[in-house]
């Protein structure tokens, strides 16, 4: 907190403005007053465009349907937030697609390290009709789950040393860095490989077990790192950009059942329109983040090409271990949709 001393830091880059809010006022079909609960803070691209998404809806209703989003896993975490959807006492949530797993195993694809090249095929992948039918794959499981949006590529960050190469996470005299990863077991392997001591935990208990030591590290995106202010206990950051994931919309499906089908479009639609200017706000934070982390003491390691392809090399296993899991043919659809996007 020091560092920040007579320094007064921006909360958020410039930020494209929300589109406007165009369409016509849907017809009365009653009043809701709906709870979103997210683990991230005011500041970060979720909590912006969440807020976006419930503009949409007060408007096209004129004030019949409130969105109130509960930000900081104030309202649990996103394993819990998924059961409290289920059993109907949460509206709405919107977690990572990763601990998403134990309701749809196909997700699972995006927790492959290094599989989604740039953001213009995540993005793709995002839209694609193969991600559609994941998001289907809900129904029947309690979750209506509306969009897909971006968390983003995923970044290192410890409080031990900098990170260069995959030895320095394993450690070579030294222990391996025990790292926090999201509830998912693609996550797990992916840092058991590299040599970490990696542990599940829920996102809401992160600032504290770094802060005491528990763990050593995490990784997210550096929007999170910021806006969770996670640079505070944590010093070095690496550009490892392993894994993208991404975050889904979700609502519960009793909530879901209790709207007028007219009521039913219109979120539908608000959930895709607030998505595409979450990932317009999401590339806005990217490189803007790291830059404030540096500004604020994070010591931060850009890889080479060299540097990531023994990342990359190092968990090919991972990659033996989950296909068949995954699926072969599923892998194969999104790796033509990333060719598709780099090829022109
Ligand atoms: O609102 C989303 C968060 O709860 C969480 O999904 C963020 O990427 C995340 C993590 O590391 O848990």
């Known amino acids: 907190a020091s560092l920040t001393l007579g320094m007064a830091h921006a909360q958020t ?9 165009d369409g016509e006022v849907v017809g009365d079909h009653g009043s809701h007053t709906l709870r979103m609960g997210i683990g991230l803070a005011e500041s970060s691209p979720q909590y912006l465009s969440s807020q976006y998404f419930a503009d949409i809806l007060d408007k096209r209703t004129e ?35 990763s601990p998403a797993t134990t309701y749809v195993e196909e997700l699972a694809v995006f927790d492959l390290p ?17 991600a559609q039918e994941m998001l289907d794959a809900f129904d029947g499981t309690g979750i209506k789950a509306l969009t897909f949006s971006e968390n983003g590529y995923r970044q ?10 995959p030895e320095d996470v394993a450690g070579l005299d030294v222990s391996g860095l025990k790292i926090r990863t999201m509830e998912n077991p693609v996550h797990l392997d992916i840092w058991e490989t590299l040599g970490a001591n990696p542990t599940p935990m829920a996102f809401g208990e992160l600032f504290s077990a770094m802060e005491q030591g528990v ?39 009793r909530t879901w059942d209790n ?32 830059e404030q982390l540096e ?50």
């Open 114 to 130: 290094f599989l989604l090249p740039t953001r213009e095929a995540a993005v793709a992948v995002m839209q694609s009709d193969v």
């Open 13 to 21: 880059p410039d930020l494209s403005d929300p589109p406007a809010i």
């Open 63 to 97: 004030g019949r349907i409130t969105v109130n989003v509960f930000p900081n896993s104030q309202l649990g975490d996103d394993v819990q937030m998924m059961e409290m959807l289920q059993t109907g006492s949460l509206d709405m949530s919107y977690p990572s697609s």
């Open 215 to 253: 763990v050593d590290g995490q990784e997210n995106p550096w929007s999170t790192i910021l806006t969770s202010n996670f640079y505070e206990v944590q010093d070095y950051g690496s550009e490892t950009r392993h894994v993208y994931t991404p975050f889904i919309m979700m609502m519960s499906e």
């Open 259 to 290: 709207l007028a089908p007219e009521y039913q479009e219109l979120v539908q639609e608000a959930a895709r329109q607030s998505a595409e200017y979450e990932i317009q706000l999401s590339a806005e934070y990217d490189d803007w983040s790291r």
């Open 156 to 165: 290192l960050s410890n409080s031990a040393r900098p990170v260069e190469t």
């Open 295 to 344: 500004e604020r003491g994070m010591e931060i390691t850009r890889l080479d090409d060299e540097q990531l392809a023994a990342f990359q090399e190092a968990v090919q296993p991972v990659y033996e271990k989950w296909s068949p899991e995954i699926g072969e043919e599923l892998i194969q659809e999104v790796q033509a949709i990333v060719e598709e996007t780099t090829s022109d």
